[in-house]
């Protein structure tokens, strides 16, 4: 009866898996878009555009990452993104100038970088595909780990690709 015993033999393995997906919580993303405050949506006049700053309600932004970009057309000075981070400091957790998705790189680039690649030394992994997360991320991971493992594999525990093994 003992050969009965459904074995879980991915899990007696030892392949530790990554899944990227997890390194950043994408919801604490929103967006700040500068052309409300410019003059006819074009254009931006200094006074105006600090005075719409002033009366915005910046509570909303607590706790966010928040990426400042322009809809419009328009030529944005780069003053108007530094005030618009001084006002966005005391709530977000962290103000870009630039896109929703720049950010989301940004931000898993900085999770990798703080992975602790140690925990991994002399291990096989694992990292998970099929994510909505961007490319740049599998090879961020590549980067920080391949020194320390002995393989990296790309998928799912039980059908994956093999990316990279130790030469003994």
Not at 48 to 55: A, G, I, Q, S, T
Not at 70 to 73: G, H, I, P
Not at 130 to 136: A, H, M
């Given at each position: 009866?003992?050969e009965?015993i459904i074995?879980n033999?991915?899990?007696?393995?030892?392949?530790?898996?990554?899944?990227p997906?997890?390194?950043i919580?994408t919801g604490?993303i929103?967006?700040?878009?500068?052309?409300?405050?410019?003059?006819e949506?074009?254009i931006l006049?200094?006074k105006?555009?600090?005075?719409?700053?002033?009366?915005h309600?910046?509570?909303?932004y607590?706790?966010k990452?928040?990426?400042?970009f322009?809809?419009?057309?328009a030529?944005?000075?780069?003053?108007?993104?530094?005030?618009?981070?001084s006002?966005l400091?005391?709530?977000?957790r962290?103000?870009?100038?630039?896109?929703?998705?720049r950010?989301i790189?940004?931000?898993?680039r900085?999770?990798v970088?703080e992975l602790?690649?140690e925990e991994y030394?002399?291990k096989?992994i694992v990292?998970?595909g099929?994510?909505?997360?961007?490319?740049?991320v599998?090879?961020?991971?590549?980067?920080?780990?391949?020194?320390?493992?002995?393989?990296?594999?790309?998928?799912?525990?039980?059908?994956?690709?093999?990316?990279?093994k130790?030469k003994?």
């Open positions: 009866m003992a009965d074995r033999k991915v899990a007696e393995s030892g392949i530790l898996t990554i899944d997906a997890q390194l919580n604490d929103v967006q700040f878009d500068l052309r409300p405050f410019l003059f949506e074009l006049k200094e105006d555009f600090r005075e719409k700053l002033k009366h309600d910046w509570e909303k607590t706790g990452n928040v990426a400042v322009c809809s419009a057309d030529i944005i000075p780069s003053w108007a993104y530094m005030l618009t981070a006002s400091q005391p709530y977000a962290t103000v870009f100038a630039g896109t929703a998705d950010l790189e940004v931000l898993f900085k999770a970088e602790p690649a030394r002399d096989r990292i998970k099929c994510s909505d997360i961007p490319l740049s599998y090879s961020d991971l590549i980067m920080k780990l391949q020194p320390v493992v002995i393989s990296i594999m790309y998928g799912e525990p039980c059908s994956t690709v093999p990316v990279f130790k003994d």
